[in-house]
């Protein structure tokens, strides 16, 4: 079941047996597999747009609803660099003296 704010769809997901390979597969474990799915295309989605530029990695991380330091890791592991504006600078800074 996917719920949404407004709704609930059921969907009948045909998953690969060479997909669950030398897994101890438990039926209970498709909604991990759903949320650990839909974290990491948030997370590339957010990437994207961050690469895509005029926004932060901070902006990025609260329009996805990721937290930053996870964010930040997985950028780290894409090689994606920050980019320092003095935006994101003064949005760093603010950030820095509002957990003071």
Do not use: H
Not at 38 to 67: D, H, M
Not at 72 to 79: H, V
Not at 81 to 98: R, Y
């Amino acid at each position: 079941m996917i719920r949404t704010a407004s709704q609930e769809q059921q969907l009948t997901v045909d998953i690969p047996s060479e997909w669950l390979a030398g897994l101890d597969w438990q039926p209970n474990m498709l909604q991990e597999v759903i949320q650990i799915g839909i974290q990491q295309l948030k997370i590339r989605q957010a990437l994207a747009l961050y690469q895509a530029g005029g926004c932060s990695l901070g902006y990025v991380a609260e329009k996805f609803q990721i937290p930053r330091q996870a964010l930040i890791i997985a950028a780290r592991a894409k090689g994606i660099e920050p980019l320092f504006t003095e935006t994101t600078v003064q949005e760093e800074l603010g950030e820095l003296i509002n957990d003071i």
